[in-house]
């Protein structure tokens, strides 16, 4: 049972600010000049993002409520910045295959304490601090299809505005893997000073309560992406979808809005910075 109340009441809400450096191969074969647009394009994404958590997390009967930004958890969390990477492989510019995968590792803590005078010389003190530290691994993996692509076409108006002002739309589908583990932990102490004429006592109790526990599942998803060519080497994308359906979670969903902009290129491999958003 620990598995099903962890996936029912185990669900956060992360907001992310990420920057990312986007790498793109270009596969190309000899051809007379001019050359034909290459089939093939490769591009590989290592970012990060800055993590905010809000919602609750259950293990063994457990709940902790979290919500945190990214400045709270600064000093707490084991990785503020996660490791993520992002490959696709797309073919004509109309196909595409690709690889999403998220890691982090966070930590968050809150504590209080409290002092009440029952009566002159008799007090009461109570400490209580709480912890959680969630663990997540998303593998995210599908293929798009360009749909259709508006806007005319300016590629005779000079090098580099091929696709400017032009908006494609895909429909995308595939699943996403989740792992989560969390370790909660609650630790309360409370402690008793007597201290009157001919008589002085005290007594302090400690109780700790620790939960920890894992899972792992798969989510089939569907959605769509809409990419736009705002201007030579700056091109704009949003992307949502939803997923889950019962099969895995009860549901999932995700949004995604990124600019990038191309930063210079290597012989065939072009470099680009990738700000964007994300809620997942």
């Known amino acids: ?33 001019p050359a034909p647009a290459p089939d093939w394009s490769f591009t590989f994404t290592p970012y ?20 945190t930004n990214t400045i709270q958890m600064f000093n707490k969390s084991q990785s503020l910045v996660p490791f993520m990477g992002y490959f696709e492989a797309r073919y004509q510019d109309r196909v595409g295959f690709f690889v999403d995968l998220m890691y982090a590792n966070l930590t968050a803590a809150e504590s209080a304490t409290r ?33 259709v692509k ?15 002002g032009q908006t494609a739309f895909d429909v995308l589908g595939g699943g996403r893997y989740w792992y989560q583990r969390a370790d909660i932990t609650f630790d309360l ?8 004429p001919d008589l002085e006592f005290s ?9 920890s526990g894992n899972i792992g599942w798969v989510d089939p998803y569907v959605g769509f992406r809409v990419r736009h060519k705002a201007a030579p080497g700056h091109n ?18 995700q949004t995604l809005g990124a600019w990038r902009f191309d930063a210079g290129s290597t012989g065939c491999v072009a470099w680009a910075g990738v700000p964007g958003y994300r809620v997942l």
């Not at 962890?6 to 992360?14: E, I, N, Q, S």
């Not at 958590?53 to 063994?60: D, P």
């Not at 704009?236 to 969903?253: N, Q």
């Open 1 to 33: 049972m620990r598995s099903q109340c962890f996936r029912a009441a185990g669900a956060t809400l992360a907001a992310v600010l990420g920057v990312g450096l986007s790498i793109s191969s270009l596969a190309q074969t000899a051809a007379p000049a």
């Open 48 to 67: 990060a993002w800055l993590t905010a958590m809000s919602g609750s997390q259950t293990v063994k009967g457990r709940t902790v409520a979290i919500d």
């Open 115 to 147: 002092s009440h005078d029952l009566q002159p010389g008799v007090g009461v003190n109570v400490a209580a601090r709480a912890s959680v530290e969630y663990e997540t691994l998303t593998v995210q993996f599908g293929a798009n299809y360009q749909v």
């Open 150 to 164: 508006v806007g005319p076409d300016r590629s005779a108006e000079g090098p580099g505005m091929a696709g400017v």
């Open 189 to 196: 102490n409370a402690a008793v000073n007597v201290n009157v």
């Open 203 to 211: 007594a302090d109790r400690r109780k700790v309560i620790a939960r």
């Open 236 to 253: 704009l994308s949003f992307e949502a979808d939803i997923g889950g359906f019962g099969i895995g979670s009860r549901i999932s969903y």
